[in-house]
């Protein structure tokens, strides 16, 4: 029996009736990052090179002229002994006959026996000496020697073969480095 007759009552659960909310509209980030990366790779493709750009070659008038053993001339050579062990040093002036900037001189020093026998070859730097003192050297790349310029020179070896004549080495001029003045 009821208590309150104004009220049905019905058997089983009861459904709350759902509201419907509207969703909100997403921003495509996946649509764009797919048009910006499609971009991209368009931009690449008509950037980049199809082929290697053909260059020709230097015809001989374009090639310019390349140092050699015989623009460089050592004059004035002399002996001095380093004041620690074996060492010493080759001084003396070197002339650029050539028509470049000499940035580097590499020589080639043949020691001899007194049978005139050779003992040994060394390979080693010109350098230039530096300052009125002499005291120092410096690189003939940051100071080259102009064309037609005279300048002293410095060549150090450490040591000196056993049974070497005490002469001076018989110098070849292996290597030549210059750029145009």
């Known amino acids: 029996m009821a208590t309150n007759p104004n009220i049905p009552q019905r058997p089983g659960p009861h ?8 969703k909100k509209k997403q921003f495509p980030w996946p649509l764009i990052a797919l048009i910006i990366a499609a971009a991209t790779l368009v931009a690449l493709v008509l950037w980049l090179p199809r082929t290697p750009h053909l260059m020709r070659a230097p015809s001989a008038a374009q090639v310019p002229a390349q140092p050699t053993g015989n623009q460089v001339e050592f004059t004035n050579l002399k002996m ?4 620690v062990g074996h060492a010493f040093y080759l001084e003396g002036t070197l002339v650029n006959h050539g028509a470049t900037d000499i940035t580097g001189v590499q020589v080639q020093a043949t020691f001899s026996n007194a ?9 080693r730097p010109v350098e230039g000496v530096a300052g009125s003192s002499g005291a120092q050297t410096e690189d003939l790349t940051k100071a080259p020697v102009k ?11 450490d040591r000196f073969p056993d049974g070497w004549n005490k002469q001076l080495p018989e110098l070849k001029v292996s290597e030549v480095t210059a750029h145009a003045p």
């Open 15 to 22: 459904e709350v009736p759902r509201l419907k909310v509207p």
């Open 80 to 83: 001095t002994p380093s004041t």
């Open 115 to 123: 049978a005139g026998q050779v003992l040994e070859t060394q390979t």
């Open 147 to 157: 064309p037609n310029e005279t300048r002293p020179i410095r060549i150090a070896f």
